[in-house]
């Protein structure tokens, strides 16, 4: 998510085209758009010795994490959804990418917490295993956010219709309850 740091992208100024992700409070001179929700789903390792097919309660919180916490200053995302249900993990270590976990994953007994979509992609890794979060961690917004100075750029209109079509069709190449379409 970016909050307080997207002064850090550059796009406040204009100097990055746009940044993709959650935009949180931004400022008036970006201008933000709504992709589409995604969710949250979990991945370990596939010869866990603990995890088959599912995870209960106890056994998530019994479990060592993965935490992701992009730089920044704002946790959001799976904080929240994880405070909202009361339920509680013990992070082991935290990285500051989504695809420094596969690899950490895959040779321990670590679990983490991700977006449905990276999720979706990890499926394909023999290593890995993708279940259910075991309890509804509900949906979080994907947008996209450019400086106003954009708005009528001919290029820049191109490249968001490239991303906003390029959204419609994950969302309809991995459907699921948790990856809604925009709501425009």
Known sequence: PFGNDLADTGVISGTTAMV???????PDNLVVQHLMDDGLACIVRRDHPDVGASLTRDLYESLKHVNVLPPGRIRAGVFQALGQQNLKREVAV???????????????????????????????????????????????????????????????????????????????????????????
């Not at 993709?20 to 931004?26: A, F, H, K, S, T």
């Not at 695809?99 to 992609?121: F, G, K, N, Q």
């Open 20 to 26: 993709l992700g959650r935009v949180i409070d931004p």
């Open 94 to 184: 935290s990285v500051t990418h989504f695809l420094s976990v596969p690899e950490m994953v895959a040779v321990t007994d670590y679990c983490a917490t991700l977006p449905r979509m990276i999720c979706r992609s990890l499926e394909r890794d023999p290593r890995l295993n993708v279940v259910e979060a075991p309890v509804d961690l509900g949906t979080f917004p994907v947008e996209m956010a450019w400086h106003v100075r954009y708005r009528h750029d001919p290029a820049h209109r191109w490249l968001r219709g490239v991303v906003s079509n390029l959204a419609k069709d994950l969302v309809g190449v991995l459907p699921g309850r948790d990856i809604r379409p925009s709501r425009e």
